[in-house]
């Protein structure tokens, strides 16, 4: 069991940068190191999409063709958390953004499926 907990959501000016953070949580006896970990996001009306992930060692990363070379995913094992850099924000980036996990499995790392955990979300606002 993984409890999710995202922060660093707000108002940012177009072309500005926010960090997201996600906190986890593992049960007694678990290992954040275990986990791949996501970041998706719904914008308001819409359905949620893909925005970037990165496998347990992370030595695997990927990020939608809609966020690169602008958004970056990164993890710190010894804090349990999930960063989200996210630079160049534009309009098309507010929605609520949520972090994801899944228990590490053999066989080729998916990045969109197979997520098991989620949090919250946190709402990122861009002014134009």
């Known amino acids: 069991q993984v409890q999710l907990v995202e922060s660093g959501g707000g108002l940012v000016q177009a072309g500005g940068s926010l960090r997201l953070s996600c906190v986890a949580s593992?049960?007694?006896?678990?290992?954040?190191?275990?986990?791949?970990m996501g970041w998706f996001r719904q914008p308001p009306g819409k359905e949620r999409e893909f925005v970037a992930a990165?496998?347990?060692?992370?030595?695997?990363?990927g990020v939608a063709d809609s966020v690169k070379g602008r958004f970056a995913i990164s993890r710190d094992d010894a804090r349990n958390t999930l960063y989200l850099q996210m630079n160049k924000v534009k309009p098309d980036d507010a929605a609520a953004y949520y972090c994801?996990?899944?228990?590490?499995?053999?066989?080729?790392?998916?990045?969109?499926?197979?997520?098991?955990?989620w949090g919250q979300g946190t709402q990122v606002t861009v002014s134009s």
């Open positions: 994801a996990a899944k228990i590490r499995r053999s066989g080729p790392f998916s990045y969109t499926d197979g997520y098991e955990y």
């Open positions: 990165i496998n347990w060692s992370g030595g695997r990363t």
């Open positions: 593992v049960a007694s006896g678990g290992n954040f190191r275990l986990y791949d």
